[in-house]
């Protein structure tokens, strides 16, 4: 920012980094409470950032004649959780060609296929569970998840492979505003993973495993973008991987899922007594009130003012994501954990975004929210009307200075029973 904006505010420090990793999902909120704006200006990792938060902004964050995302993405981003050169980088004609591939990939019908084979493998899981004391919850779905996600999208797993691939899938979504030990092994999981996925779409590009036409993996394998070129095998990877790891990354929401379910047992009773539309309020609400992404970013276009703020070519902006899902002036009560709030909501596409905002088919939403949501929903049925447990006393805390989040304990149930009545 060349121009200084002195009509917002600055935060002092001289560098906000340490502040930013130690106060995690609240970092923004506690400054715009501090200031009481909307907007302000701080400095992460040595560049000044312009950093705001409501439902307007997101609106402005998502103007494609505003922003852009290539740049944004802080390398060591890039090495863990997306992948060099993927589509979260991406701009204009190629991102929207690109866009078009996922999309295609998770249609309604997509999403039923994956709900189906997620209630496969969690009946699987649960066979296990009842010759087990104890299971942690978040550690099951993980194997599960990479399970399902891997058999939906043609790509050949073994059994004696699943815990590593799960594994490494979570690190590179646990690399996410890590220094460290978790930042490396993050690193170390995308390179074998990369690796891995990118001799199986040489050997499929080459007819020596057969894939069926319309999964991920043929799609990726034998795409070609807005100039009719074909990717490299490495990016291919890198965007099947872009597919997979984002399912894998649904364990946080069904640990999530099931921690309400503990914690709020009238949400239970109505899961258990009522129809879908209640499941649908209670996964929503399960998506806005626990921390997912907490900031997203992204780079000025060109130059422009709005809300008395100087908006520079170039520079970062960061948007509060958990703040706008918590928002007072959007959401009644926001830190209370209430379901029905989704029967008056308009599905506004900026004042709840978990996944990002904007639409999903052009702009930089996920389009695997539908995805998400099918998979909590049929994770929340088998917890409800398949299987009988209990909750043990544990660590139920969830760090709020840690990104990405979950409960300390990882959710523990024990004495896991098949239910005999199912409704």
């Not at 295609?104 to 009842?130: C, D, F, V, Y």
């Not at 706008?324 to 954990?337: C, E, G, Q, V």
């Not at 904007?358 to 998400?372: L, N």
């Not at 447990?389 to 760090?399: D, E, F, K, M, S």
């Amino acid at each position: 920012m060349g121009t200084e904006n002195h009509a917002i505010p600055h935060d002092r420090s001289l560098d906000n980094s340490i502040a930013l990793m130690r106060e995690g999902y609240h970092f923004m909120q506690n400054r715009v409470n501090k200031y009481h704006s909307s907007i302000f200006a701080a400095r992460l990792l040595g560049e000044k950032v312009i950093c705001m938060t409501g439902k307007e902004a997101a609106e402005i964050f998502y103007d494609t004649n505003r922003f852009k995302r290539k740049g944004a993405t802080p390398k060591r981003i890039q090495k863990t959780l997306f992948g060099e050169n993927a589509i979260q980088s991406m701009d204009g004609l190629a991102h929207t060609h690109r866009k078009k591939l996922f999309m295609s990939l998770m249609t309604p019908k997509h999403q039923a296929e994956l709900a189906a084979l997620t209630k496969t493998h969690w009946e699987m899981a649960r066979k296990n569970w009842e010759e087990s004391k104890q299971v942690i919850l978040f550690n099951e779905a993980k194997l599960v998840l990479c399970r399902t996600a891997c058999k939906w999208a043609g790509v050949p797993l073994k059994e004696t492979e699943v815990k590593e691939r799960a594994e490494d899938f979570n690190a590179m979504i646990d690399a996410f505003g890590a220094v460290g030990p978790r930042h490396w092994k993050g690193r170390r999981a995308r390179t074998r993973a990369e690796h891995w996925i990118q001799s199986m779409i040489e050997d499929v590009r080459a007819n020596k495993i057969e894939v069926q036409k319309g999964t991920a993996m043929y799609e990726m394998a034998f795409y070609k973008d807005e100039i009719g070129q074909p990717l490299s095998s490495l990016i291919a990877a890198i965007e099947l991987i872009n597919v997979l790891r984002p399912i894998v990354a649904i364990s946080t929401f069904i640990t999530f899922a099931a921690l309400a379910l503990h914690n709020y047992p009238i949400c239970k009773e109505k899961l258990f007594e009522s129809d879908g539309a209640y499941l649908d309020m209670f996964v929503q609400e399960v998506r806005r009130f626990y921390p997912f992404a907490p900031i997203l970013g992204a780079r000025v276009k060109d130059n422009f003012i709005w809300n008395n703020c100087n908006f520079e070519e170039g520079t970062l902006v960061l948007l509060d994501v958990y703040g706008i899902n918590h928002d007072p002036t959007l959401w009644d009560k926001p830190n209370d954990f209430h379901p029905e709030r989704f029967k008056q909501w308009k599905g506004n596409l900026f004042d709840f975004i978990p996944q990002g905002g904007g639409a999903p088919e052009t702009g930089h939403r996920c389009p695997g929210e539908g995805i998400t949501i099918e998979v909590i929903k049929a994770s929340v049925q088998f917890l409800v009307h398949h299987i009988t447990y209990q909750v043990p006393t544990q660590n139920l805390h969830i760090p709020m200075d840690r990104m990405p989040t979950f409960p300390e304990s990882g959710f523990i149930i024990e004495n896991v029973k098949e239910k005999t009545s199912i409704r």
